[in-house]
């Protein structure tokens, strides 16, 4: 939200465009069934009404820009989440409290179905009707003092992003020619001493100064010339000289704070992430149970030592846990020096190699999924000598440990799986992970585990 501005249909199309769509369709559901709407639907109602008004609060469901982030796939996985997460709540509480019984399973089962096509309805709606406003003039107007690089970013978001319903109308800089940015010559109106008159007589509502913090006398003066209009005013620091991992506006107990580095998995994402990881491993661990079973019974007859082989590694926040692998070699290393395992490694056995090549011995990876250790997607956890040794050598090598690390990651499917024999093939791993962090989705987690599977079936690069 640019400037704590937000359109007040948008602002209450948030807040209950979600809610009341999903009681209503629960009165339809009824209806279809031809059941009395009677007292215990209506609890249930209010119930998922009040859900529904938290879980869907972390989706952006009604934005619309030039270029939709993640498209319509992106949305629709979205939206899926959020209604499964709600029914999986209110199911839960149903069989705990013995209720369930109560209700119609096919008013349940109608309920379930329909609400997806009402809410995707109702989104479409919003959208439309915000466009429309749009059109006939229903937007702020805003310049920008600073025509520098941070300017010209903080214009294109305002572009893009159409459901801000704001414009800028233009630059205003005291630097000339090749001091400014060159795409932003022809839409320079004057210096700094010209803002308030253009803005007193162009009836402009928003004022974003980018200009930076060493042109203090610069920006007192002019937030003091602007005093005499009725423009908001909104200084904009610039963030960008940072590598930005997650960045965003918070406060401390009222204290204005930006965060520069952070993990994506904090509010309901955090949610998003965990019951995904929960649902597919449960599923896939109920899938593979036979061939796991077969596996441990083939790695205990071949060779001596245990199954299941754990090691020492850094989950998130760089603290050590377990990870289980079937063991595939005639050693089971944890030391302070931890040998990668290389081709034709005379370590790994002949069931190891053909495990190893397949990704076989990960499976019991998605026990560190159920445990909450680990995650289906993020960084590969390296042994913690190997931490050790890299986080000396590769600049932000720890940020990597923000997430809990995965079975597999944006880091394997792009040609850095297996043996890192290079520090240049580790710093090409630790850039990908960081990149992860940076765009982290449901739907690119989704991504990732489908092109795994595609790469484990031709892949030669792990042994």
Known sequence: MFGGYEHPVLSLAK????????????????????????????????FAFL?????????????????????????????????????????AVGVLSGIIGDYNARVLLWWALITPLLLFIGHSLVRAYLEMLRSQGSIRRAVIVGANELGRKLADRIHQQRSLMMRVEAFFDDRSGDRCESELKNVVFGGIDDVATYVAEHEIDLVYITLPMFNHPNVMGLVSSLKDTTASIYFVPDVFMFDLVQARLDNVNGIPVISVFETPLT?????????????????????????????????KA?????????????????DEILVYKFRSMSVCEDNQVVTQATQNDARVT????????????????????LQGTMSIVGPRPHAVA?????RKLIHGYM??????????????????????????????????????????????D???IFKTIKLVLKDSKAY
């Open 350 to 369: 002949r069931l190891g190699a053909i495990l190893r090549r397949t990704s076989l011995d990960e499976l019991p990876q998605f026990l560190n999924v």
């Open 302 to 318: 071949t060779s001596k030592g245990p199954v299941i082989f754990k090691q020492r590694r850094y989950g998130v926040d760089g």
């Open 51 to 91: 859900l529904a008004s938290q879980v869907f609060d972390g989706f952006e469901f009604f934005e619309t820009s030039v270029s939709a982030r993640g498209g319509n796939a992106s949305y629709a996985l979205n939206l899926l989440i959020a209604w499964l997460i709600v029914l999986v709540i209110l199911g």
């Open 267 to 299: 509010g309901i994402n955090a949610v998003h992430k965990r019951v995904f990881d929960i649902v597919a491993a449960g599923l896939i661990l109920l899938a593979i149970a036979p061939l796991m079973l077969v596996i441990a019974v083939l790695v």
């Open 399 to 444: 940020w990597r440990h923000k997430v809990k690390p995965g079975i597999t990651g944006w880091a394997q499917i792009n040609g850095y799986r297996g043996e890192t024999d290079t520090i240049d093939k580790m710093e090409g791993r630790v850039i990908y992970d960081i990149a992860y962090l940076k765009s982290w989705s449901v739907w690119l």
């Open 386 to 390: 190997h931490n050790e040794h890299y």
């Open 446 to 448: 989704i991504t990732i």
């Open 15 to 46: 807040r209950l465009v979600n809610p009341l769509i999903i009681l209503f369709s629960l009165v339809v559901a009824a209806t279809l069934e031809q059941q009395k709407f009677d007292g215990l639907h209506l609890l249930l109602g209010i």
